[in-house]
């Protein structure tokens, strides 16, 4: 295992789409790239599932992983996201992804059919063997179907030399535990389970991995800060002002609720993509109550 | 609601890939469509879970529906499976099956981010209103992530004219009552979980979808023939003998048990597409041993 | 494993509260015990989780065991219902049963903390080792916190003498498939989930264990006397026209739901006890409706 | 709702049964809470589900709440606790425990059947109307079979003028988040889930209710001494440390793992009651190596 290259705050952009042909909108997506770099977030992950990464077709993806690492321009590291069904897809866009000049790959695995164990070592070792970046492996089991256990993702970083970071999103607070334990504390782990920033940085996280930056940096920055600097009142108070927020993004999905608030916010980034629909109108509403009442 | 046109057993080829190149082995796939066929399979379903949809590109897609299709040549009806993660793109293979000649298309509705009811009822509803063949519904959440309510699939039913048949895999067979009432008997709808085969058409089943036709087509046959005549102690007895195939069938996940159930019986269809890896020795033994043991 | 005893419609009285002071109303059970015998049931089972066997104190308990029992008088079989939390209360009660004339006794396991198998095999052996009448050992995961595996089921029935049958209410027709398979089809099972009785008969099992018999017996024997004659049609349709029903006195937890019924069918047996409530005003009307519809 | 009487580690003694007859052995209970008092804790609660409340007949229950009440002698608050099936012997044991001088009393709503908002409601109404002391209710899903929601214990606290805490098991800390903000931060709640300890008190626990306070009383103390004082990495540390200990004491039931490691440590306060069955010999060894571990 390498030693951690990524720490604080991990922003997640959307991809943002034409209204006019629902197409890539490279020139919007530097933009955000650029917003959130200048906000202070420490990384920039363009193509997560926030970046609706597994609704893009080849060319798509590259176009978009092309701009977000070019807007990037070393100011940060970028890591680029991945969510593929196939083995070999994911390795095309890992390849390609490295040559962008991205930091990172990370690596969510998409299933249909249940993956063994036998299957997701193979899965995660071709992919990251395919590459020179470092590789985070992704738990994200309520988007991808498929659940990885602490004992997996340890057993991944200690096997594969490039695989030096893990991100769980099962939201379960234990699991951050158990990888802590099982890799001796030596395995940065990042959080991406919003409603869980505050309780994951005292268990040791090394990072939040977020769209919400998107939306509310500064508050999502300042969280960060008071962990840091060990002020838990200031970190609680803080994490509670933006809790309503996170919530109402994670329960409507974050591309459409992040869409509709850049939208509030006076950045047109489009819809997401069929079957996603846009946020509706009460929800909107309610989405902008929410951000007003997160910014007094 | 139209009429039922399907009835009995619904036969799901898997897709053969060349052992050469992983390309989709079409001779192989006619051949395999053929056998269903001679065997007395009342249709053929292409492309199903079985069938890899998911994990092939548009070229191959495209490739698989044409043969499978082209292969039954009307002696039996065709349904071909699509499942997509984006409207636009299961709109175009949709259209592209119904060009091909095939009966009917099977939905199942791919998420990666849970879709609310409005999305997936415009979801089904811009698919179903893009085609004129009958259009299956079919509601899989441990593989699709998204699981369809009774009340959606009836609802979905009522409300789009060629939306006429369910296919329910959850495995519960108390959604299945779920559906008779609440379409007062009309919709028919059909069991893919193999191992309720049994208990499904008890409560009124119109047919079974199972890619266990290509191992064990006497027994599976013979089970619909059983109930049909209302002699339920055969229909057990029958039902139970096949259990234990059927059971390693799901188990061990379809296209990967299947390919190597169909090596065992001399047809070499290739391996699953990676990640998934081809069913190992241990368990290849297993399986020929229960082969063996039901058709005693 | 003994042969089994019982076979068919295993009728579960309610116990009936006096109004006037909460206490067992004796003579209400008994009189509910010689309806279910006369209307054709073919054995009768007091105290079971209709029977609010959990609720009662021993006084209680001894008293509606003694009745229920003498009510029978030997026409039919009788089983008592027993659902402890501790091992000595669920032998002092085990025996007592016996003692009153029990042709069997059947014994839910209930959980506080979690047991273990080592803890569950005690428990159990310890209970059939303490009677000389033959025990059903009752699973129903969702009432007691535990769940008893079909492996664990049949290995009980294998080691322990008098343990001949088993009670299965998880819902889940797997089970049943699975104890038929480890058993060799010889270990008796009975469903206890009244609304798989359709799919359990076809399964395989020997009886249902059901509460719906006081409400509407002549359709519960119905549906066992059209299985019996593989009359599968039959069986079917008697199915679907009682299952609202059964539904509606699932939903509402059956002591709650099989009261109010008996006061529609003017036999007042009193209210639950707390913290259970009678059924309000609007679901009892519901019922009267559901009630009234079988009956066509 | 009141104030908050009852802030840090909340100490929860097991309860001794002499090895003799198996009754409860109330001169070690008083020996067990003289030294959690002794040890720096800040309450005591007898009869928790550590204490096999609900394995206990009245007359056990009364001898156990009066003994440790007495022992405790106004030293610190008591919180006793109450896990009955039925709401009459719920008020019984709450009445008895506030004249033996209870602080207050905790209660678990136990189920069979399984209990609506309307019965859980009146059920909590009842107790706590039928008591002075002010009532501390008790969500832990998976020993008691009935989830509280957030919604609902808040609903409680505000309607009901001595329900003034409640107290979180269900492991998941967006339940806390929940009840601070649906009270405005002005409902006090407790973590009941060891394993979330250090998460619990960054989201904002008012204490911790635990029965680890009996075996490593110093490093449960110094998390809460270290949280107050805003020490995060110190208190990240301290929880690590003692986290493999407070895994092994869930993972086999508190009953049965602290009375062997009160054993271990010197002190014999007899087996658990059946069917709980003492820790055999290999995990009792390894709880002594993990006790071991985590003193140094």
């Known amino acids: 295992m390498a030693a951690p290259t990524l720490e604080g705050v991990i922003a997640y952009p959307v991809t943002p789409f034409s209204p006019a042909d629902g197409q890539v909108d490279t020139e919007r997506l530097a933009e955000l790239v650029d917003r959130l770099i200048t906000a202070g977030c420490h990384a920039v992950a363009p193509l997560g599932s926030t970046g609706e990464s597994a609704y893009l077709d080849d060319h798509e993806w590259f176009a978009a992983a092309e701009t977000a690492v070019g807007a990037a321009a070393g100011r940060v590291p970028t890591v680029v996201g991945i969510a ?60 991808s179907g498929v659940d990885l256990s602490p004992e997996l993702l340890v057993a991944l970083a200690e096997r594969v030399e490039n695989i030096t970071m893990v991100k769980e999103s099962s939201g379960d607070v234990q699991r951050m535990h158990r990888i802590a334990q099982l890799s001796g504390g030596e395995l940065p782990f990042y959080n991406g389970s919003n409603t869980l920033a505050l309780e994951a940085f005292a268990a040791g996280a090394s990072g939040w991995c977020t769209a919400a930056a998107s939306l509310i940096p500064e508050l999502v920055l300042e969280l960060y800060r008071a962990v840091r600097l060990g002020e838990l009142d200031t970190a609680r108070e803080v994490f509670y002002r933006q809790l309503p927020v996170l919530q109402f993004l994670m329960r409507g999905g974050l591309p459409t609720t992040v869409k509709a608030g850049l939208a509030l916010r006076g950045l047109d980034v489009g819809a997401p993509r069929r079957p996603l629909l846009p946020l509706d109108g009460v929800r909107t509403e309610e989405l902008a109550g929410l951000l007003a009442a997160a910014a007094r």
Chains 1, 2, 3, 4 share one sequence.
């Open 84 to 143: 593929d069904l196939t083995t070999r897809n994911a390795i095309r866009r890992a390849r390609f992804a490295e040559r962008t000049g991205a930091s990172a790959v990370m690596v969510l695995p998409l299933s249909y059919w249940k993956l063994d164990e036998r299957e997701l070592v193979r899965h995660f070792t071709e992919i990251a063997g395919a590459v020179g970046v470092p590789v985070m492996v992704y738990n994200n089991p309520a988007t």
